[in-house]
């Protein structure tokens, strides 16, 4: 088991942009899922990361990878 953490977009010490679209998240998430090989995993998100969890979890043909399990914590909808 390999456990891998992040810093999204505009948040902490991370590139800081004028976006804060799920899209670009998601991209940053396929890329280092894609640079360490990756096929298959498990996505924990909280809050934002939890929306964004839910935003990649989702089926899509053109992604050759699978989500086996996603865990979302502490999200409120308003």
Excluded: W
């Excluded at 998100?45 to 086996?68: E, H």
């Amino acid at each position: 088991i390999h456990k891998r953490t992040g810093t999204f977009l505009n948040h902490g010490n991370s590139k800081h942009t004028n976006s804060m679209k799920y899209d670009n998240m998601e991209d940053d998430i396929l890329n280092v899922l894609n640079e360490l090989k990756i096929k298959k995993c498990c996505i924990v998100g909280f809050s934002l990361g939890g929306k964004v969890s839910m935003y990649l979890a989702q089926p899509r043909t053109y992604i050759d990878f699978v989500i086996a399990h996603a865990y979302i914590i502490d999200i409120v909808y308003i």
